[in-house]
């Protein structure tokens, strides 16, 4: 019940593409869900987080997308360029406890 | 920009030696979390440090694993035993509650 399950495990979009990076969760008590991006050999960087009262949050070229119904949460990068290309994870917690992070998912955009 | 720092970024140990990963976390965070990563696979949680004490363990914070404060800066993960299958990244992070910035890790590997 603690799991966040991510998808897909690697996708590759072409330069202007919008890569779309999904996660499920079970635990109805998370309340704040975060979406990391990590580039190889540094740690993971906080990119953008919703809270389960709003279903849509924008920064930028990156946006959440939730659905509490569901339990999912996604995120879209649009036009994504090459030095999008990392590692995200989602993630969520409760309370401001700790992160439960979802398995990755690695980013390659191609120019 | 305030920002989490982790030394040694690499530390090489023997199987049974003790180590002392070290973090200064941001200044006015008040929320300190350990992670680690082992290679390729998902961030997971450790030990999260609350008004100077644990607020919460995971199942692999055993005994051999301890968090300290020393003074009103640094953030300390001892390992007393180091064994090979605590080869991995380690993550400091801080936080004013729900948010959590990451450091750069520590590799650690045991030989």
């Known amino acids: 019940q603690q799991q966040v399950k991510q998808s897909p495990q690697s996708l590759i979009v072409q330069k202007g593409g919008i890569p779309i990076i999904n996660c499920a969760y079970e635990?109805?008590?998370?309340?704040?869900f975060p979406w990391y991006q990590q580039f190889p050999g540094k740690g993971p960087a906080l990119l953008i987080a919703i809270r389960p009262d709003v279903s849509e949050k924008k920064e930028g070229r990156f946006t959440i997308s939730f659905n509490k119904s569901a339990k999912q949460f996604s995120l879209h990068i649009m036009d994504s360029q090459p030095g999008d290309s990392a590692t995200y994870f989602c993630?969520?917690?409760?309370?401001?406890?700790?992160?439960?992070f979802g398995a990755g998912t690695i980013l390659r955009v191609k120019s | 920009e305030p920002e989490v720092t982790q030394t040694p970024s690499h530390q090489v140990t023997q199987m049974g030696q003790e180590v002392i990963l070290r973090c200064v976390p941001i200044?006015?965070?008040?929320?300190f979390y350990w992670y680690r990563q082992i290679l390729g696979q998902k961030v997971e949680f450790l030990v999260s440090f609350y008004n100077n004490e644990i607020s919460e363990k995971s199942e692999i914070f055993d005994d051999q694993f301890s968090v300290e404060r020393p003074d009103g800066s640094n953030f300390t993960l001892k390992i007393r035993s180091t064994k090979l299958e605590d080869s991995a990244m380690y993550f400091c992070?801080?936080?004013?509650?729900?948010?959590?910035?990451f450091g750069p890790g520590t590799r650690l590997t045991v030989t």
């Open positions: 993630a969520a917690s409760k309370g401001g406890n700790k992160l439960v």
């Open positions: 635990n109805t008590a998370f309340d704040y």
């Open positions: 200044s006015n965070h008040l929320y």
């Open positions: 992070a801080s936080g004013a509650f729900y948010e959590q910035y």
